[in-house]
Structures are given as C-alpha cells and as structure tokens.
C-alpha cells in the first residue's frame, strides 16, 4: 500500500504563490498516473490536475494558466506549484495515485486579504 502525505499549504493574499508537496511512502510504482484535488466547505471534491509517468499534464479550466503539476520519480513526490492565487482556491488539497487510490490527510489552503 501507498501513504500520501500532503504539505505546504498556509495562508496567502490574492495574487501570490504557494508550492505543494505529496511525498509518498510504501510501494509505488512510477508508471502510475498521479492526481491533486482539493474540496471546499459544502463542495464537492474536484479533480484539478494530473500527471503522467511520460509527464503528460491536463488541468481544470479554473486552474489552467496558473497551476503547474510536477513530479520527482526517484523522491517520490509530487508538486502543485500555485500562481496567482484567487480566493476561489481557498479548500484542502489532496493527491491521489490515479482516480481511484486512497486519501492523504490533506493540506490546507487559504487565499485571503
């Protein structure tokens, strides 16, 4: 099994930048597709970004332009680099190994004056 444990979230203005992390544990294997979510209160979970072991990269139209996905295969780990950042961000964010693995615990994230 794979632990996923998510960090770097805080608090930030509108318009400023934050960089997550997801740094997995356990048995993994690097051909796995590798996702973030994130849920905000009274909202369901949605789907923002994914990777591919070749790299590929797709986004959610609200984040596209902003948001950049990257992974490091022999840390194992996964980032979320966050740019200009709207309120509208403001939820916890999750990784996932696919669409269907199991939940870290989450990391925080709030954009707010």
């Known amino acids: 099994q794979v632990q996923l444990v998510e960090s770097g979230g805080g608090l930030v203005q509108p318009g400023g930048s934050l960089r997550l992390s997801c740094a997995a544990s356990?048995?993994?294997?690097?051909?796995?597709?590798m996702t973030w979510y994130r849920q905000a209160p009274g909202k369901q979970r949605e789907l923002v970004a994914s990777i591919t072991s070749g790299a590929d990269t797709k986004y959610a139209e609200s984040v596209e332009g902003r948001f950049t996905i990257s992974r490091d295969n022999a840390e194992k780990t996964v980032y979320l680099q966050m740019n200009s950042l709207k309120p509208e961000d403001t939820a916890v964010y999750y990784c996932r190994v696919g669409y269907s693995g199991t939940w870290g615990q989450g990391t925080q994230v709030t954009v707010s004056s």
């Open positions: 356990g048995t993994i294997d690097s051909i796995y597709r």
